[in-house]
């Protein structure tokens, strides 16, 4: 499956962003689907990931600030995003895999998009 990012931009601290990823393929129910985000000099992150039937899991530093979703009529997975602040300052991936669990780890996704900038200005 191909995967194409895109929805990030320049945003002020307590602003609000909605990614979109979107796939191509038929199976895309089958996949489960993540975002990570890396930032400068950091190592990628995971920030959120949801199963094919609508499971989704957050990571802290993102929970109550962030809501991951899917589209599987569309192929899509939608990461909105709300209350930024600088520290949410990364390039964006979404990942997917085939699983129908909820996956964590980066590792396990073998299928990646290019990425989206996300610039928190404080």
């Known amino acids: 499956v191909q995967l194409q990012a895109s929805g990030g931009g320049l945003v002020q601290a307590g602003g609000s962003l909605k990614l979109s990823c979107a796939a191509s393929g038929r199976t895309f129910s089958g996949y489960v689907m993540g975002w990570f985000r890396q930032a400068p000099g950091k190592e990628r992150e995971f920030v959120a990931t949801?199963?094919?039937?609508?499971?989704?899991t957050y990571a802290d530093s993102v929970k109550d600030r962030f809501t991951i979703s899917r589209d599987n009529a569309k192929n899509t997975v939608y990461l909105q995003m709300s209350s930024l602040n600088p520290e949410d300052t990364a390039v964006y991936y979404c990942?997917?895999?085939?699983?129908?669990?909820?996956?964590?780890?980066?590792?396990?996704?073998?299928?990646w998009g290019k990425g989206t900038q996300v610039t928190v200005s404080s």
């Open positions: 990942a997917a895999g085939r699983a129908t669990r909820p996956v964590f780890n980066a590792a396990f996704y073998n299928n």
């Open positions: 949801i199963t094919g039937s609508g499971s989704s």
